[in-house]
């Protein structure tokens, strides 16, 4: 399910490959704290960020949060945000350009470029100390990817009930967190996280997985489990 990549960054390597090139920074202006959505300059959405109070406190955590299929980044952004606050994460959830991610629909590419836009500006709004990638369903397989791909940003991954990962280049090994339901209907423990996380070891990943009794979704407990895992 996940194929080794040449460990060194090659000269074509670019969006179309799935690499960032934001990174952390001193703020230049400081954002405002709070709940905010982020639109284009026509009004359609982009995405949702949360930055808990205070904005002078310790540098976040920020978990970039990746909705499923179909979704929207307000369900990206809820996968954490109950537990935001206690854990000082700074939560950047974007919206899909299609009805899935880009590498889902036809290969990296919008997403790709409108994430990093989006880590930019939130490096440059708030102190950052570490980044995590998360996400749900096709989020969590799209978190994963791009968060083995873009391991010299990407801290760790939080994939909650992912179906595959498919970097085409690695960077670093973040490590992750896996979660699924063993009577998921829509991608069968079986064949995916059951097959993903072993490949994932295999590959010199610590990988911490979360099985559970239920279907597709992020219980609350495993949801506390989650940030918990994160916070260490």
């Not at 905010?36 to 978990?63: F, N, Q, R, S």
């Not at 973040?174 to 590959?203: E, F, I, T, W």
């Amino acid at each position: 399910m996940v194929e080794p990549a040449p460990p060194h960054r090659q000269p074509e390597e670019n969006p179309r490959h799935g690499r960032l090139t934001a990174r952390p920074a001193a703020p230049t202006a400081l954002a405002a704290a709070g709940l905010a959505p982020l639109t284009d300059a026509h009004g359609a959405p982009l995405a949702m960020v949360y930055a808990p109070e205070p904005l002078d406190g310790p540098p976040y955590t920020l978990v970039l949060l990746l909705h499923g299929a179909g979704g929207s980044a307000r369900q990206g952004l809820d996968l954490l945000l109950p537990i935001a606050d206690a854990h000082r994460l700074l939560l950047v959830a974007p919206q899909a350009a299609s009805s899935s991610w880009d590498l889902i629909v036809e290969g990296f590419g919008v997403d790709v470029r409108r994430i990093d836009g989006l880590l930019a500006t939130a490096f440059a709004g708030y102190p950052v100390a570490r980044v995590a990638f998360g996400g749900f369903s096709d989020g969590a397989s799209y978190a994963l990817t791009l968060g083995l791909t873009n391991g010299d940003l990407v801290d760790a991954v939080v994939a909650f009930s992912p179906g595959f990962a498919a970097p085409l280049v690695t960077h670093g090994r973040p490590r992750v967190y896996v979660s699924h339901g063993v009577d998921d209907p829509v991608l069968p423990v079986d064949v995916c996280s059951r097959r993903l996380v072993p490949r994932l070891r295999a590959l010199g990943h610590d990988v911490t997985y979360d099985e559970f009794a239920g279907p597709h979704e992020v219980p609350s407990d495993v949801r506390a489990r989650a940030a918990a895992w994160l916070a260490r």
